[in-house]
């Protein structure tokens, strides 16, 4: 039987989760964050599966969201039980929650990679089953997300280096909460999909932004755990095209790190990153790849 989900599954929602995607970091927190603390909970379309006995065995949630190539549908998390997958059950929520998109106007739907706010950056490409899963209901693979991860204890060094190198004219500072229209609206105009992981990040404190000025003119940010409490994640960065190749992408990627090493983090996180700096991630600041997550997406054609 299908049934919406309550707060009071998410309990049951974490287990499941954890045992259908083991290689992934998923807290209550997080999970909150991606469902009923979520920008728009109250339009998003979710279930619950639950056998004869009552019990919760599987989920899924979904919403749409505007990005820069118009509305999009996203399923932000389809998970079932160990035990209970390959009975049919993952293609029952799926139908429900895809027609929820579509009937919201979303010209393609994104399977476990929303941007915005997003549970994994894809599927974990060890997940064989649910590879399988997507792609036999119509998925196509679109893309590859790469999350690095970096010690912090390297920092001071490489930080005090690699900062004299952004030219005098450009100041990086801390985001007030004051500036969050400034800074959303712009983030809007530059990165669409982008603004919940920033104002995610603005709320907490101190506020986890750090915006790269010049002549009070705002030409980059960086976002600190806007997405996904608790793992010392970094992003999203922007640098506007005139202002790229100067140093200024990892000047704000050290801030973000001394700002999470202040937090009490000794590592940190950079999901979905771009491919142009796996270069600068491993040779400067001895990044690991700790995960690839493959991107799929169906068109409403
Ligand atoms: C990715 C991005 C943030 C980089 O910002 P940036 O200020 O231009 O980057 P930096 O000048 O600090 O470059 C740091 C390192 O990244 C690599 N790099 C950056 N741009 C590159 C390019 N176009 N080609 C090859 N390497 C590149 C280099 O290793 C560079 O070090 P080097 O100059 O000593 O060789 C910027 O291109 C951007 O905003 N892109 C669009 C949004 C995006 O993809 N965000 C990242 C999500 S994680």
């Known amino acids: 039987m299908l049934t919406p989900l309550d707060p009071n599954d998410l309990p049951a929602v974490l287990e499941i989760c954890k045992a259908a995607m083991p290689n992934d970091e998923i807290t209550a927190d997080i999970l909150l964050e991606k469902t009923f603390a979520s920008q728009g909970a109250e339009?998003?379309?979710?279930?619950g599966y639950r056998g004869t006995?009552?019990?919760?065995?599987?989920?899924i949630w979904a919403a749409s969201f505007e990005s820069t190539a118009g509305r999009m549908g996203g399923i932000r998390i389809l998970?079932?039980?160990?035990?209970?997958?390959?009975k049919g059950i993952g293609t029952l929520l799926l139908k429900p929650a895809e027609a929820y998109c579509w009937a919201s106007g979303a010209a393609k739907i994104w399977m476990m990679a929303m941007p915005g706010n997003y549970l994994t950056a894809g599927i974990d490409a060890s997940y064989l089953g649910s590879l399988a899963f997507v792609e036999s209901v119509g998925y196509v693979h679109t893309g590859t997300a790469h999350d690095y991860a970096c010690d912090l204890s390297i920092l001071h060094e490489t930080a005090t280096r690699l900062r004299e190198r952004v030219p005098n004219e450009f100041k990086i500072r801390r985001a007030t909460f004051r500036e969050r229209s400034r800074v959303i609206n712009s983030a809007k105009l530059l990165i669409r999909g982008a603004e919940e992981e920033i104002e995610c990040a603005l709320r907490r404190t101190p506020p986890g932004v750090f915006l790269c000025l010049c002549a009070k003119q705002l030409v980059a940010f960086i976002a600190i755990e806007g997405n996904n409490p608790g793992t010392g994640s970094i992003g999203p960065l922007y640098v506007c095209k005139e202002y790229r190749r100067l140093g200024i992408g990892r000047a704000l990627i050290l801030e973000g790190m001394k700002d999470l090493y202040s937090r009490g983090y000794?590592?940190?996180l950079l999901p979905w990153t771009a491919p142009i700096l796996?270069?600068?991630?491993?040779?400067e600041l001895k990044a690991r790849k700790v995960r690839t997550g493959l991107i799929f997406k169906k068109s409403s054609s």
């Open 278 to 283: 796996s270069d600068f991630l491993y040779r």
């Open 53 to 59: 006995d009552g019990h919760l065995s599987a989920l």
């Open 266 to 268: 000794h590592k940190s």
């Open 43 to 47: 339009r998003a379309f979710h279930r």
């Open 79 to 86: 998970a079932v039980r160990p035990q209970d997958q390959r």
